[in-house]
């Protein structure tokens, strides 16, 4: 968390003693400036005035409008400019709930924060949009540059990546060239990727789109999907569910976790309760189909070429894939004593 020298509450109470006495309450009222620091809206203090929310509005704005005018708006300028700083230093332009979260715990103090960005010359916001979220900058240009990279960087993305860290920082960085070395720092980078809506970051600290299951884990098959990408080797459904518990925070049951992992496409059972990733290559079924894949994908095999190649797809003993070969209503050998498919 930053900390400022200059105390938000201080500078805004003085400022507002300038404003007549309901352009004053109107303002608290509308920023939760006040005890309450529950933001009214123009309708609920029209109410309480008698007046319409448009009429709030006007009033609202003619007391910024004043207060930007006035000679202690002057003498808070060392304030606002500090305020700017501070966002230089967390990279010129931020989300708005990541800023206000470095400068402040406190609702409050958050609140008397917004209301000195939202006075201020120096400060500019982008409103929420289906890509991004809420954000501050104080250089057009340089936000310019931040957004567009961002749009590059999305666009490049596919549902299924799943990207360490590094090498997502290291692809926004190729699209970031005209922007100032003093910002590409790996806070300042995660800092900008956090604004966005359409890129996210799952619990293991991996990068892809925030509507991929693979970042957006939703349930028991997601979890059990990245704990086996982690993994990187066929493990046991019983370790599965205690990973997720430990990795997650995730109560996984052992009954629970096999049942979901049987239903799921990505999973393919290896072993007597071992899972592996269907990515990796591994074929479904049972050993005997196992053994069919193989054949037909290889042609005639020898009995060893075949135990070889159906080890590397199920971890089985040796005997299991021999008896399996010698039922022949599925396995014959030719004549050069190497084993087919029989074809039904």
């Known amino acids: 968390m930053v900390s400022m020298k ?36 123009l309708e609920a203090i029209g109410r309480r005035y008698g ?44 989300a708005e709930k990541d800023l206000l979260n470095h400068l402040a715990k406190d609702k409050s103090l958050q609140n008397h924060t917004m209301f000195m960005l939202v006075l201020g010359d120096s400060f500019f916001k982008e409103k929420e949009d289906d890509m991004f979220f809420h954000r501050w900058h104080v250089d057009p240009e340089l936000s310019k540059k931040v957004h567009e ?9 596919k549902n299924d990546d799943i990207i360490p860290e590094a090498d997502m920082i290291a692809a926004f960085l190729e699209h970031l060239k005209d922007v100032s070395e003093d910002y590409k ?49 066929p493990i046991h459904f019983r370790d599965v569910a205690k990973s997720i518990t430990e990795l997650f925070g995730k109560k996984a049951h052992v009954a629970t976790t096999h049942n979901e992992l049987i239903k799921d496409s ?7 309760g071992l899972y592996a990733l269907s990515e990796w290559g591994y074929v479904s079924g049972v050993v005997r189909d196992v053994i069919r894949k193989v054949l037909e994908k290889h042609g005639p095999l020898t009995k060893d070429e075949v135990i070889d190649k159906v080890l590397k797809e199920r971890y089985v003993k040796e005997n299991t894939i021999i008896v399996n070969l010698q039922n022949q209503k599925y396995f014959k050998k030719d004549k050069e004593g190497k084993y087919v498919p029989v074809v039904a």
């Open 149 to 157: 990279s961002l749009r590059k960087l999305y666009k490049n993305l």
């Open 51 to 94: 007046i319409t929310r448009e009429r709030v509005r006007q009033i609202e704005n003619y007391a910024l409008g004043n207060l930007r005018k006035s000679e202690q708006f002057k003498k808070e300028a060392s304030a606002f400019k500090e305020l700017e700083g501070i966002i230089h230093s967390l990279g010129g332009v931020v």
């Open 266 to 272: 990505r999973f393919v059972l290896v072993g007597r």
């Open 6 to 41: 200059v105390k938000p509450k201080q500078v805004v109470k003085k400022l507002l003693l300038v404003l007549p006495e309901r352009a004053r309450d109107i303002l608290i009222a509308r920023y939760g400036l006040g005890k309450n620091s529950e933001r009214q809206t």
């Open 185 to 233: 720092n790996e806070e300042v980078l995660k800092r900008w990727l956090s604004m966005t809506k359409v890129i996210g970051k799952n619990p293991l600290g991996e990068w892809g789109l925030a509507a991929s299951p693979n970042i957006r884990a939703k349930g028991m098959r997601d979890y059990a999907f990245l704990v086996l990408r982690r993994h990187g080797s």
